[in-house]
Nanobody
Framework: QLQLVESGGGLVQPGGSLRLSCAAS????????IGWFRQAPGKEREGVSC????????NYADSVKGRFTISRDNAKNTVALQMNSLKPEDTARYFC???????????????WGRGTQVTVSS
């Protein structure tokens, strides 16, 4: 069974940091670009960041540039999203997804996890 499982979410104060992890089971992430997406209540899902299969290319939404960093460890079959200087507007459910095509912040991904909640509040 092909699965993506996110972890690392939680409640953090503004200005704080969280590190999200996306782990794959049932398949190897080496052959996939990985994206992170988020969806806040009442809002559409938006692309946050993505990383190419090799890790050599990354892309970020303007709203998170300079604050979030995506990375991957193909040996461990995981992808991480380091989130620093968090703001209340970063509050959302965060999902990772895998696509056999290029890194993209669009929604056309092949596999999706169920997400992990991130809440930024004082």
């Amino acid at each position: 069974q092909l699965q993506l499982v996110e972890s690392g979410g939680g409640l953090v104060q503004p200005g704080g940091s969280l590190r999200l992890s996306c782990a794959a089971s049932g398949f190897t992430l080496d052959y996939y670009a990985i994206g992170w997406f988020r969806q806040a209540p009442g809002k559409e899902r938006e692309g946050v960041s993505c990383i190419s299969r090799s890790g050599g290319r990354t892309n970020y939404a303007d709203s998170v540039k300079g604050r979030f960093t995506i990375s991957r460890d193909n040996a461990k079959n995981t992808v991480a999203l380091q989130m620093n200087s968090l703001k209340p507007e970063d509050t959302a459910r965060y999902f990772c997804a895998a696509v056999s095509g290029p890194c993209s912040l669009g929604n056309k991904y092949d596999y999706w996890g169920r997400g992990t909640q991130v809440t930024v509040s004082s």
